[in-house]
């Protein structure tokens, strides 16, 4: 019992590491792309990393046995339960790239911060959790900092903010429904990601072509074509975090995932002020 407990921890402990790195990784990454190299496609970006996953997922579960099949994929359970992750999976992607066009990776790893609080509040309702006093007094302490930074910020915008706020909502409604989903059974990782990532794709397809198709023709596929490597190790990197983002919260839970995250989100703090300059207030660094 002991050695399970044990061996448990520690695949928790190893993941977490892991999707620490690959997440500040893609983090770091992205923004490069929209803000250095000029990409302005923040759906496009997403779209990549997404197929990209769904044709490793898919690849992996056709030529090994690796993919073991645990639920039967009936259009009842693709429909209702694969989908809405999938959508809220786009949805984070997209509105979490689109505000690294107007805010600093800094800025936006504080604003992070407040995602727990939203996780607490979506488990209670969906009876998969019941908080305790500490717990509640930890995260209220977090969403108030947060609430600090956001007033020492130096470069506010508005629709940046609202972007990462929308991210926000959509990834604790993704992470809540993932662990509904995950709870009742033995859903691996790399199955997990290849019944979520069809509906993914689809809808940040849909996206590309309403919205940023024009661009992209007037530049953005050129820009694709000139730096092929570097989109390619941003494809890999949104496999591994999609991938390790499943694994986590199977091997932990949904707060303690966005818990883990918020360690990171500070040490991305740290190192995107040298890499991309942001400028910090005082009553931010505080």
């Not at 790399?190 to 072509?209: H, K, R």
């Not at 941003?234 to 986590?248: D, E, K, P, S």
Request: charged share 10%; proline share 4%; glycine share 6%.
């Amino acid at each position: 019992m002991v050695s399970c407990k044990l061996r448990h921890l520690l695949a928790a402990l190893v993941s977490a590491l892991m999707f620490c790195a690959a997440s500040s990784g893609i983090i770091m990454l992205n923004k490069w792309i929209i803000s250095v190299l000029g990409f302005k496609f923040p759906m496009t970006l997403s779209l990549i990393g997404m197929l990209f996953s769904f044709a490793c997922s898919a690849t992996l579960a056709c030529t090994t046995p690796w993919v073991k099949r645990t639920v039967e994929l009936t259009p009842r359970f693709m429909l209702l339960r694969a989908a809405p992750i999938g959508v809220l999976t786009a949805l984070t992607l997209y509105f979490g790239n689109l505000a690294y066009v107007t805010l600093s990776v800094s800025f936006l790893q504080m604003l992070k911060a407040s995602t727990p609080l939203i996780v607490l509040v979506l488990m209670f309702v969906a009876r998969l959790e019941t908080p305790n006093l500490s717990m509640i007094g930890s995260v209220l302490v977090i969403a108030a900092g947060t609430l600090v930074a956001a007033k020492g910020e130096v470069r506010f915008v508005w629709s940046g903010v609202l972007a990462m706020t929308a991210s926000q909502f959509t990834e604790a409604s993704k992470l809540v429904l993932m662990q509904l989903l995950i709870q009742g059974i033995k859903l691996g990782p790399l199955e997990g990601l290849l019944c979520f990532s069809p509906f993914a794709s689809l809808a940040l397809a849909i996206g590309v072509v309403t919205l940023e198709l024009d661009g992209l023709r007037a530049g953005g596929f050129a820009l694709m074509a000139e730096h092929p490597f570097l989109f390619l190790g941003q494809a890999a990197l949104g496999f591994c975090v999609n991938l390790l983002t499943i694994l986590t919260v199977k091997l932990t839970s949904s707060i303690s995932f966005k818990l883990i995250s918020m360690a990171k989100n500070a040490a991305i703090v740290l190192i995107s002020v040298p890499i991309f300059h942001n400028k910090i207030s005082p009553t931010q660094a505080r």
